[in-house]
Every structure is written in C-alpha cells, then in structure tokens.
C-alpha cells in the first residue's frame, strides 16, 4: 500500500472502532437523541470528512451529480432522520469499497510501472578513450556508448565490442537472455547480464524503443472502448435521473397521502419520515460506482496483461476490436519469416565444386549492399580480396557482372541468362536463385531462402483455434517465393508480386466481404506497410525490427516479433470483455432488484449498503482477475 491508502485504512480502523464502541455503550446506556447524534458524528467526520469536502466542491463547480454527492446527501439525510449509526456505516462500507478499488488500480498499475522501469537514467558515453555518464538525451547517432553488467541499454544500437547475455523480459515477457556479441543489433530497455559491451548507436534517444514503448503505454487509455465510452455516457444521465427521482420518491408519496388522509395511525411527520428514508436508501443503492470503476479497471487491467507479455495495446478501443477479429492478413517478410536471406543450396554444374561456385558469386556481388548479395558473401565466409575483382557492372532487375582473376562473371536470375543466350538448368522451386556464370558458361545455381520464423506455423494454427475464419498472406515476393512460404506456415490464401497500393485493395476487398461486427487485422513490419496497417480495423505492428513508420501506423505493436503473441492478445481480449461483460449484467441487476426493494420500503439502509459497496468490491475484484493470463 501506498502512503494515501494507509492513511485510509488507518482512518477505517479508527472509525469502525469507534462505531462498535459507541454502538456497545448506546446499547447498555439510555443516551439523549442529541448526545448520541453527537457522538456517532465523530466517526462518521473521522471516516466522511473528504467525501463532504468533494461533494462540496462539486456543488461550487456546477458538477452535483457525483458519486460523493450521493453519498453526502444519503448520509446527512440519514443524520439528520436520527439514523446515526446506519449514516456513519454507509460512509464508513464506501470508504471500504474505495479502498479497494485503489488497492486493484494500484494492482493494475503494477505492470505499466514494472514497464515503465526500463527508462534508462544515464548513458555512459565513450569519448577520446575517456567515459562519462551523460543524460541519454544527449547522445548524438554514431556515438559509442559503453554498457556495464547489470546496466540498462540506454539507446539502440550495434554492439561493435564485447559479447554478453541480455534479459529481454521487460520488453518481451520472455524469461529466457538472449546473447548478443559484435555486429548484433540491440534494443534499448534490455539489461546487461554478463560482460562489457560497447554500441555504436543508431538512434537517438526519443527514437529509439524504450521511449516509443513508454509514450504508447502513457497515452493508452486516451484511446477508450465502446464499452467504456457507453459506461461515461450512461453514468452522465444515470445520476441526475435517481437523484431526481430519489426526491420524487420523498415528496410525491407522502404529499399524496398527506392530502388525501391516508396517513394512518402513523402520523404525518412518520408518513414523511419513512418515505424520506426509503429516498435515501434508494440513493446509496443507486451510486454507480460499480460500473464507473471496475470496467475502466477492467480494461486497464487488460493493457497491462498485454505489455507484460510484450504486446502493446495502443487504446482499450483495439483490446476489444481484437476480439473480434474473425480475419488476420499477414506481411510475409520480417513477419512470418525472419526477413533474413540465407544460403539454404548450392547446384554447380558438372565439373565445378560448390566451393568454386559459391566464391564465384561472392567475388561478383562483392560490391553489392543488395540482401541478396550480403547473403552470398556471408555464406562464402571468408575475406574478399577485391584485387582480384574488377569492372563491376550492375544490371537493373538481372544481376551484376564482374571480372574475377580475368573471367567474366555473371550472376542474377533466370531473365539474366536468357538474356546472355546461356543455357542453364532450371533450378529448384524456392524463393531466389541465383544463377551463375563464367565466361559465357552456366556453372551452376545458389538457392537463397528468406527463413520462417519458429512460432510462425504455431501462430497460424492458435488463431484459427481462436476463432479466426481465414489467415491471407499478401507480399511483394515471386509467386514461388510466396507459395513456399504459405505452404509452410499453413496461411488460407496467398497473393503475391504486390505493390503496396495492391495490398490496400486486397484488404479493401476483404472488409467489403466480413461481416459488420467481425474485425480484420493486418500484421505488418515495414515501410510500405503503413497504408495497410492504417486501413486495417487493427493493425499490428512488429516492434524489434518493424519501421518507425510501420509503428506508428499500428494500433497494436508486438515488441518482440513474435507472431504468436497475436493469438495471446486475443485470448486476454477476450477474456476482458467477458469480465467487462459480467460486470456491467451483475451490477445493473443486483441495484434494479434493491432499486425496487427499496423504493416499496422492503430494503432498508443496510442492503442498500451491500447493494452499493458490496456490489463495487466484487465487481472490483472480478476486473483485476483481467490482469492474469496463463
């Protein structure tokens, strides 16, 4: 607890106390009406006295129809009626429910301060040889940070010396470190497990991922539901509607019987008494705080499940659009695969050895920044003297070639060959091949592969578990590259060869066929991705390696990549809407049942106490089981 609620609870210990105190002594000893109003008015001031002041100051900005007035108006009413005991116990029991609706939200708040706790407080920054510690604000792209176990990365970056182990969980939910050692990318918020590691940074600090991951957590619940947005609009007329009609109930009926001699042997003023007792207690009944707390609380709660796990959740509004997604489309590269090309087979023709043929390729694409060609020399493996490499020639959507020790060397695709008139086999069904030749010669072909991610298969198959009626894959790869990978990963539909405005139209295509109340999502990580993320009912986003403008356009941001976290935050959506959902139908038909109880004077001040706090701390309770997901 924090310091405001253990001043609370101290304040409930000390006024129930006095409570049982003065409710012993009145029952052993006859006190005078105005003594014992007195009396019981010390714990009631002890446990009130901030509930009056609000209410108060609500009355003075023109803002009456709260939850204090309610409780204000119930309680003095009930003073003043001679109820002391039953007037302090409302209070006190409110107090109680408010407790533990601070108690839940603190809770819940848990995991956005457990988030929050990978801002970095200092970079140590490496100039001339010499460290220091400066603010990460203030470290410029290019620089070289150095990072100490036990350290947080400050800033994004490229490990350039040492190699140590990270734990990653704060950003990603995931328990097990994750090594990293020179050339390795790494992202701020991680800490630091192992050894010395020195980053040459890559963004500066406002850009890099801890401080995009805080400003989408911080402004998260700018963004409500429809649900929360219906409970803020029914809350704004359902307050003034029972005030108005608690005083209807006060005056109507006993003027009534009043002017018409009904009163009975009970009197006037005993008419009027019990008909403004029955207005009282049909107002704390009434007091929707069960509803006004506990499903904002709810889906607060649900945020803070999804961030704890690595998936950020940009409003409430996209926790309960997921939902009821019903249509996942799917970017392949960097979302269902790695996006990271590799050799996976290496054919050369009779007479020549994979070794040769492989350093063939290297040597010609040996100037290339293309992935492709990165990929070649990677697998080569070793330095490339570019001594033995001249008169490099790019040739736009062919290939490049290259004169390597005197011969020269070709390497691209199919359309290259033909060009060239070369006879070449054709190769196996992937996604690149790389054809080579030298000296006019085919020598053989190199198969690259953009890998498949592990969870990438798993992903699919838990969405369609959850309900999902059909998984698309739309990308701008060749129609072989595409259909392996669908047939891979077990997506419905694949289409290829797409620019970024075919995948608008495809998706475009899409909504015109779903139902009215089913969403589709889009899962992206690129550039070109933006328009789509941004016409999607939820787009969602990949968070390590996606783009800033890919990010951005999201709604919802998976910070470790992982496309089975999609079907994880679904099941926590869900989850929150069935609790949202149970709240609202318990609440609203527990307080119309004592809302009749009372007003025909079956339910009295202590019912409609439980109809009031009891009712909150349940529905309380109920919400911050939102905020666990096995």
Not at 188 to 213: A, D, P, Q, R, Y
Not at 374 to 402: F, W
Not at 407 to 420: C, P, T, Y
Request: charged letters at 20%; aromatic letters at 6%.
């Amino acid at each position: 607890m924090n310091q405001k609620q253990k001043k609370i609870l101290y304040r409930i210990i000390t006024s129930f106390s006095l409570l049982i105190v003065l409710t012993i002594v009145c029952r052993i000893v006859e006190l005078p009406t105005v003594l014992r109003g007195v009396l019981y008015l010390i714990p009631y001031l002890v446990i009130g006295y901030d509930i009056l002041r609000k209410a108060w100051k609500g009355i003075r900005n023109h803002q009456v129809f709260d939850e204090n007035f309610l409780m204000a108006v119930a309680t003095v009413g009930a003073f003043l009626l001679g109820e002391y005991a039953e007037g302090s116990a409302v209070m006190l029991f409110y107090q109680i429910g408010e407790l533990f609706q601070s108690v839940a939200v603190g809770k819940s708040r848990q995991n956005i301060a457990d988030l929050m706790d990978i801002r970095p407080d200092y970079a140590n920054l490496l100039t001339d040889g010499q460290i220091e510690k400066v603010d990460p604000d203030d470290v410029e792209i290019g620089a070289v940070i150095v990072v100490n176990p036990g350290e947080k990365i400050p800033i994004d970056g490229t490990v350039i010396e040492g190699k140590t182990s990270l734990d990653t969980s704060a950003l990603t939910g995931e328990s097990v470190p994750r090594d990293a050692a020179e050339g390795d990318t790494v992202i701020s918020g991680c800490i630091n497990l192992t050894g010395v590691i020195h980053i040459e940074t890559t963004k500066e600090f406002g850009e890099s991922t801890v401080s995009k991951i805080l400003d989408l957590v911080e402004n998260s619940s700018m963004k409500k539901a429809r649900m929360e947005n219906f409970i803020t609009r029914f809350a704004r007329y359902y307050t003034p509607a029972v005030c108005y009609g608690a005083l209807a109930l006060a005056i109507l009926p006993p003027l009534f019987l009043t002017l018409t001699g009904m009163t009975g042997t009970a009197g006037v003023f005993q008419v009027w008494a019990d008909w403004i007792t029955r207005a009282l207690t049909f107002l704390v009944i009434s007091c929707p705080c069960a509803l006004v707390i506990s499903v904002p609380l709810s889906f607060f709660g649900g945020i803070g499940c999804t961030s704890s796990k690595g998936i950020l959740v940009k409003g409430s509004n996209y926790l309960e659009a997921l939902a009821n997604t019903k249509y996942v489309v799917f970017d392949k590269t960097g979302t269902l695969t790695k996006g990271v090309f590799e050799v996976t087979e290496i054919h050369p023709a009779e007479g020549m050895d994979e070794k040769e043929l492989l350093q063939a390729a290297a040597y010609a694409e040996s100037a290339s920044s293309h992935p492709i060609s990165l990929s070649l020399r990677k697998a080569y493996g070793q330095e490339i003297d570019i001594s033995r490499v001249k008169d490099i020639e790019e040739l736009a959507g062919h290939g490049v070639r290259a004169c390597v020790d005197g011969r020269i060397v070709l390497a691209g695709n199919e359309k290259l060959m033909r060009r060239e008139g070369i006879l070449c086999e054709t190769g196996p069904d992937a996604d690149t091949l790389v054809y080579v030749a030298a000296d006019g010669t085919y020598v053989g072909c190199i198969v690259i592969s953009d890998v498949i991610k592990p969870t990438a298969r798993q992903a699919i198959l838990s969405l369609k578990n959850s309900g999902v009626k059909r998984t698309v894959m739309l990308t701008g790869d060749s129609q072989s590259a595409a259909a392996k990978a669908a047939r891979e990963t077990g997506v419905d539909e694949v289409k290829s060869e797409l620019l970024p405005a075919d995948k608008v139209s495809e998706v475009e295509k899409i909504l015109q066929q779903k139902g009215e109340k089913e969403m589709l999502a889009f899962v992206g990580d690129g550039i070109n991705d933006a328009p789509v993320l941004s016409r999607a009912d939820v787009g969602i986003a990949m968070g390590a390696l996606g783009s800033d403008a890919a990010i951005e356009a999201a709604d919802i941001v998976l910070t470790d990549d992982d496309p089975a976290k999609i079907a994880l935050a679904m099941k926590i959506s869900v989850k929150t809407l069935r609790i949202v959902k149970e709240n609202i139908i318990f609440a609203l038909t527990v307080k119309a049942i004592c809302l009749i109880l009372g007003a025909f004077g079956i339910a009295g001040m202590w019912l409609a106490i439980f109809a009031d706090v009891g009712v909150m701390v349940l529905a309380v309770l109920n919400a911050t089981r939102a905020l666990r997901m096995k």
